[in-house]
């Protein structure tokens, strides 16, 4: 059995989910926190790659000893999350952990993932979203937000997200299958929420994007459709900044996982 | 016409609101911004000082010109907010200003204040909560928190706080009128509102201290008034820590202050 554990992180102050040769990443913290917690050197396979600064609300990462399929600890695994987490900086923490089957894959196993982008909308800055939310100054009215949630919908269902990729991605098939693409507004920020089965590079962030385009009256949500048949990443809005990207929930199948204890609430 | 402000701030990085000796202070920065964008010094006087790592959803202050009773410029006052932001760091913002007459004194004419306390109570800390609320780790039940509510309510009213202020305060009339003391939870976060005529030093975190006692079962709520009555700053609970507390609203008398504008939501 392997240990499958759920966390939460400001990215800010780190290079990205993955070990990088320059800058500190969230996995060189959970290879250190596992190695202190269990006695020796551990595999994390963490369910995605986040880029530098991109927050997470429940990210999955599996732990089993280097080089196996097997994690061995007499700790207790609802013991695991507060253990972990006390070997880990103030900006991850491991609040949920159980065991999945020794063939479970943290990244091959995902069946849907979910991402949060949060924009704080009035003239200055609250002191509270600096690095968690993109700061758009521009105040925008009901109408405009009514054609950002129009913009939204056009991205739902099977289709090809070419203009919607960081250009250079190697990425062969750029078909992805959305299935949540919703905008709401809760006082000074918009929040949208993305689900689909995969994810092309910085594909929320340039979704994003063209939706402030479209807020700020430069696209009109009937001009979608084209942008993303033309496969033209240039006809797409700019690539949203990192800082208001969360990688909110994640899906496996219940075969392979409980989902019960999945369900429990991620943070925040 | 002297100019009332409205600012937020994360009080993380400061020494407090007021200039100190040692430490970085929220007022010192004021100074700073004022000077910089009206161009001569001013004099900045605050709603109410702060303690360090304190923060504020709405704190007021007025500005002018150094020993005078009046600002004098050129910036229509609906643009004053972002540019003096422009001039501030990030955990500092300002998001109203207005007009108000030169005899408005922005501490002596508080009517009421309010303040808004946030607990953290999940076995394991949000990174998104760090220094922005009290982690409480052991898991409260409802009948806890029902509990904390009841002990809430019995702050209400007309009462001599003395058991709730920190021992060497100066202060010589230890009576305060509490008209809001209300607790509720959302999600994993316990939100505590005081509103007083008045708050003695350190009144709220020793309040906060003593609910806590209650839902760990230390303390029944039953014995609130007593603990009040004895006037005895050692019957009470722990002093809450700073990062938890926030300045939430401030209230003036409409006769002296445009209440239309005033009313702008605050931050967040």
Chains 1, 2 share one sequence.
Request: proline share 6%.
């Amino acid at each position: 059995m392997k240990l499958l554990i759920r966390i939460a992180y400001l990215g800010t102050a780190y290079c990205g989910y993955q070990v990088q040769p320059n800058g500190v990443s969230i996995q060189q913290m959970l290879n250190r926190a596992t190695e202190q917690l269990f006695g020796y050197p551990c595999d994390i396979v963490g369910c995605s790659r986040t880029d530098s600064g991109v927050h997470a609300n429940s990210f999955c990462a599996t732990v089993a000893q280097r080089g196996t399929d097997a994690l061995v600890t007499e700790i207790p695994v609802e013991r695991v999350p507060q253990a972990l987490s006390a070997h880990l900086p103030p900006d991850i923490c491991v609040y949920d952990a159980q065991w999945v089957p020794a063939n479970f894959h943290a990244r091959y196993d995902v069946i849907e993932k979910e991402y949060l982008y949060r924009i704080y909308n009035r003239r200055v800055m609250s002191p509270f979203e600096v690095n968690r939310a993109w700061y758009l100054p521009k105040e925008l009215n009901e109408a405009d937000v009514e054609r950002m949630r129009s913009a939204a919908k056009q991205f739902l269902g099977t289709q090809d997200f070419t203009s919607y990729m960081a250009q250079g991605s190697k990425i062969v098939d750029p078909v992805r299958t959305v299935t949540r693409s919703e905008l709401t507004k809760e006082g000074d920020l918009i929040l949208y929420r993305i689900a689909a089965d995969g994810f092309l590079y910085h594909m929320v962030r340039i979704i994003v994007g063209t939706l402030v385009e479209v807020a700020l009256g430069r696209l009109d949500p009937s001009e979608i459709p084209e942008i993303t048949k033309s496969r033209n990443r240039e006809r797409a809005g700019l690539t949203a900044p990192a800082c208001g990207l969360y990688l909110n929930r994640v899906f496996y199948s219940s075969q392979k996982i409980n989902r019960q204890s999945f369900d429990k609430p991620s943070i925040p």
